[in-house]
C-alpha cells in the first residue's frame, strides 16, 4: 500500500520500516498510527519477511507524540455526557496501545535503529521492539512527564522489565535525557555504533543474519521469550514443550542437520 508517515522496502528477506516525517522530527501523527499496525501486520503475513528494523528519516528518530493529535483530543471525545466523554478517552488510549503492540505482536524480530532523539511515543516504540541499537549521538527521554501527563500507550509497562524499576521510575519521574553511553550501561540498547552510518550498517547485518536463520525456530523463539517475560519459569516451560511438541519435527530441523553434516548455509523455506 502507498504510505503518507512511512518508507516500507523490502530486501534480503528484510523489511525497513522508516518513519518518515523528517521534516517534524518524525513526530507521530494520527496518519502515523494509523500507518504503523498496517505495516505490523503486513511484514507479519508476508512470507518473505523474516526481520524488521524500524528507523527514522532526517536527523532524529522520533519526537515522539505530535501536539497537534493531543491538543485534537478534546474534539474526539467530545459529548453532552461526561462519562461517556471519559469513556471514548479511555478507548483512544485502548486503540494507541494496540498501534505499538502490533509490533510486539508481529512474529517476525523487530529491530529499533535510533539517531538522534528517541522521545515520549518514541520510548513506547522501541520497548515494544525486540531489540534496540544506537548511534553515539542518539539521545532518549520519557518526556511525557514535562507535559503533565502519565505515559500510557506501553513504557511504563515494558521499559521496567528492559531497565529495571529503578531505572525506569528515575526516567519516567524525570523526562531527562539519557545519553546513548548511559543507554547502554543500563541495557536499554544493546549496541552503541560510532556513527548514524554505522549504525544502519549494522544493525541490517543482524538482520541479514537472523534471516538466515530458521524462521519457524526464529518464530517459536520471539513467542517464547515474550511469554515469559510475563509468566513464571514453569510457565514458560510447560508452553515451550507444547510448542516444540507441534514445531519441532519440522523441515527446517532436518534441514539445518544435513547443512552442518555438509558443511553448507542451510536454506529454509519462507
Same mark, same amino acid.
Given at each position: 500500500?502507498?504510505?503518507?508517515?512511512?518508507?516500507?522496502?523490502?530486501?534480503?528477506?528484510?523489511?525497513?520500516?522508516?518513519?518518515?516525517?523528517? *521534516?517534524?522530527?518524525?513526530?507521530? &501523527?494520527?496518519?502515523?498510527?494509523?500507518?504503523?499496525?498496517?505495516?505490523?501486520?503486513?511484514?507479519?503475513?508476508?512470507? &518473505?519477511?523474516?526481520?524488521?528494523?524500524?528507523?527514522?528519516?532526517?536527523?532524529?528518530?522520533?519526537?515522539?507524540?505530535?501536539?497537534?493529535?493531543?491538543?485534537?483530543?478534546?474534539?474526539?471525545?467530545?459529548?453532552?455526557?461526561?462519562?461517556?466523554?471519559?469513556?471514548?478517552?479511555?478507548?483512544?488510549?485502548?486503540?494507541?496501545?494496540?498501534?505499538?503492540?502490533?509490533?510486539?505482536?508481529?512474529?517476525?524480530?523487530?529491530?529499533?535503529?535510533?539517531?538522534?532523539?528517541?522521545?515520549?511515543?518514541?520510548?513506547?516504540?522501541? %520497548?515494544?521492539?525486540?531489540?534496540?541499537?544506537?548511534?553515539?549521538?542518539?539521545?532518549?527521554?520519557?518526556? *511525557?512527564?514535562?507535559?503533565?501527563?502519565?505515559?500510557?500507550?506501553? %513504557?511504563?509497562?515494558?521499559?521496567?522489565?528492559?531497565?529495571?524499576?529503578?531505572?525506569?521510575? *528515575?526516567?519516567?519521574?524525570?523526562?531527562?535525557?539519557?545519553?546513548?553511553?548511559?543507554?547502554? &550501561?543500563?541495557?536499554?540498547?544493546?549496541?552503541?555504533?560510532?556513527?548514524?552510518?554505522?549504525?544502519?550498517?549494522?544493525?541490517?547485518?543482524?538482520?541479514?543474519?537472523?534471516?538466515?536463520?530458521?524462521?519457524?525456530?526464529?518464530?517459536?523463539?520471539?513467542?517464547?521469550?515474550?511469554?515469559?517475560?510475563?509468566?513464571?519459569?514453569?510457565?514458560?516451560?510447560?508452553?515451550?514443550?507444547?510448542?516444540?511438541?507441534?514445531?519441532?519435527?519440522?523441515?527446517?530441523?532436518?534441514?539445518?542437520?544435513?547443512?552442518?553434516? *555438509?558443511?553448507?548455509?542451510?536454506?529454509?523455506?519462507?
Amino acid at each position: 500500500m502507498t504510505y503518507t508517515t512511512l518508507d516500507v522496502q523490502l530486501a534480503d528477506k528484510v523489511a525497513t520500516i522508516t518513519l518518515n516525517r523528517p *521534516e517534524r522530527a518524525n513526530a507521530m &501523527e494520527q496518519a502515523m498510527w494509523d500507518e504503523i499496525p498496517l505495516a505490523m501486520q503486513w511484514a507479519d503475513a508476508t512470507s &518473505e519477511v523474516r526481520c524488521v528494523i524500524i528507523k527514522g528519516a532526517g536527523k532524529h528518530f522520533t519526537a515522539g507524540l505530535d501536539l497537534g493529535l493531543l491538543a485534537g483530543l478534546a474534539v474526539q471525545v467530545a459529548d453532552d455526557d461526561e462519562g461517556r466523554s471519559h469513556e471514548k478517552l479511555r478507548r483512544l488510549i485502548l486503540k494507541m496501545q494496540e498501534v505499538l503492540t502490533s509490533i510486539e505482536k508481529c512474529r517476525k524480530p523487530v529491530l529499533a535503529a535510533v539517531h538522534g532523539a528517541c522521545v515520549g511515543g518514541g520510548i513506547d516504540l522501541i %520497548t515494544a521492539c525486540d531489540m534496540r541499537y544506537c548511534s553515539a549521538d542518539a539521545r532518549f527521554s520519557v518526556k *511525557e512527564i514535562d507535559n503533565g501527563l502519565t505515559a500510557d500507550v506501553g %513504557t511504563l509497562q515494558r521499559l521496567p522489565k528492559l531497565i529495571g524499576e529503578g531505572m525506569a521510575r *528515575e526516567m519516567a519521574y524525570t523526562g531527562r535525557f539519557v545519553g546513548a553511553a548511559e543507554a547502554k &550501561e543500563i541495557q536499554l540498547v544493546n549496541r552503541v555504533f560510532e556513527s548514524v552510518e554505522a549504525l544502519h550498517i549494522g544493525v541490517l547485518e543482524l538482520a541479514l543474519n537472523i534471516a538466515s536463520k530458521s524462521p519457524l525456530a526464529i518464530r517459536g523463539s520471539k513467542e517464547m521469550i515474550t511469554y515469559t517475560r510475563d509468566h513464571s519459569v514453569a510457565d514458560g516451560l510447560n508452553y515451550v514443550a507444547t510448542w516444540n511438541a507441534a514445531m519441532l519435527m519440522s523441515k527446517d530441523l532436518f534441514e539445518a542437520g544435513r547443512a552442518t553434516v *555438509e558443511k553448507r548455509p542451510a536454506q529454509f523455506a519462507d
